[in-house]
């Protein structure tokens, strides 16, 4: 049953609902079609084939020249038929009664609606009797189940053919019989290679065998005793033998020890291997050099877009929209000039085609890459193009607005501002650093309590990286170089344990922010995964961060997936805390190919909110979307 269809503007009117139409309160629990707005439609996520929110399904459908979405909503578990069939029907009968100074068709249009209805109904029920009658089992004798040519078939299948019987057989011997030599040695055959299966050794010798047998010498196997004859004469065997004898005893190297590490012209000793002593008379002394020479952080400071950078960006442009012209002259410029033409689906292709090659060399994902052309497809089908207007510059208009629509935050996530709300309520503000490993959590870790310490606020990290053999002594090293305290207990420690107790211990300190950093780990280790979840779900932080490298292209999909999808499958809270946010690390290695921050806010919904662009700890950046789309499509 179809609970509620809605037509709406894309700037949100309502110009008409079932439900009110009909004088009925909506049925609906929750507001399934705001999140298909805000979580697909504001995505660019158009071209998918349906939404599901709690146990709703929508169907939607564009007229994109007259700006208008039509929206269907049933129970998920029915699976309705004559939904698309429906949304279609209903939005031709709309287009031909709007008005875009009318505002309400409660009347003019409930009766069309219902008439549209019921013949939609019919057609599926009709479709569904005839798919019904088409699977009917047929009265055909099954495969192999007997008879004369059943048999048949069956003494020249083998196994497929079945019970053929005598008959069967004596008439496949009598089609085969100018072949009835090659089918005794094809059973011959067949037989050895199920015993050589079942014993290798018999399958060896019988091999051998043949060979002797035929007096071929290629074939049969391999005789060793003609190589150490052409190799060393009648005794090379022997020989080698010898040779390898002779060569057996050799003095093994001696292994080099290795020496202690020397400090300050002095030998020093050591029980473990831990060279980061807070003891050190020269520590202070580095730390003061180190904190001075760093200057103030690049977050601070606004990335201003060269002119240069932008004039070569529109020549590039006019120069591929060049290319295009060249491509499909006649067609191209007979639309420019004719204005008020209808674009489809195949006029857009070629032009989608192109910026979809474009966006993978980018590194974005293929699968991103090609469900952000069908969006922009569905959000351009119908539109009629102006005069002297190019399909290439009407496609590339539509998906820079896209990529900036996607990689613009839904909503603002500001720390400075979170902490210091946290810091009213006598709590610090805890952020939770997780990823796969290698990406850089604990030194992306140290950048963003270097960017915190240059706005006067109190951080403590949290060692809760108990797995990775140098991870606390690492963490350890940028506390000491950063002159802030540091929470540890050790490895082989339970992390959530851990991090509980340093947020106690932050509170009773009175410290703004606890930086928490985790063990790095694969989407698919199922133990690192669930005590991630565990840490989360015990210590509830007030920000999950995930580190991920600008390098990865397809993978970056398949991690933030997996990551989402285990914190939700694993969490014992009935809203399951996901990732709130992403730091892009290695920036400053992959020159044009920016795409992995496309693919990971596509598939997570979450922002960029740092960008890591060197080895120092002011080499951190915001992202600048109007840079990274103009990369992307130039």
Known sequence: MLEELLIFTRGGLILWSSCRALGLASPLKGSPIDALIRSCLLEERAADAGFTQDNYALRWAFSNDLG??????YQRMLHLLYVDDLLAAVRKEFSQIYDPKRVDYGDAFTDVFRQLHLEAEARAEAM????????????????????????????????????????GGAESGKDDSDSSDSGKDHNQLTNGTVKGHQNGDARAAAAANNGKENGDPNDGAFDVNTLRKKIGGKKGGKKTDAVAKKAAPKAEPKKNVKKDRVWDDQPRKVGKLDFTDPADERGEEMVEKAIEHQGDSMMDKDEVLSSDSEDEDDEGEESAGAGQKKKGWFTSMFKSIAGNNVLEK???QPALKALKDRLMTKNVAEEIAEKLCESVAASLEGKKLGSFTRISSTVQTAMEEALTRILTPRRSIDILRDVQAAKERGKPYVVVFVGVNGVGKSTNLAKVAYWLLQHNLSVMMAACDTFRSGAVEQLRTHARRL??????KGYEKDPAVVAKEAIQ???????????????GRMQDNEPLMRALSKLINLNKPDLVLFVGEALVGNDAVDQLNKFNQKLADLSTVPTARLIDGILLTKFDTIDDKVGAALSMVYISGSPVMFVGCGQSYTDLKKLNVKSIVKTLLK
């Open 483 to 488: 002159q802030i305290p540091i929470f540890e």
């Open 346 to 348: 195949a006029d857009l």
């Open 505 to 519: 211990e932050a509170t009773r300190n009175k410290s703004d922010v606890v930086l928490v950093d985790t063990a």
């Open 68 to 73: 208008l979405v039509f929206v269907a909503v």
């Open 128 to 167: 569904k009797k005839t798919r019904q009658q088409n699977t009917l089992p047929s009265t055909r004798a099954p495969a192999g189940g007997g008879g004369k040519k059943p048999g048949a078939l069956g003494g020249r299948a083998g196994p497929q053919g079945g019970g053929g019987g005598k008959k």
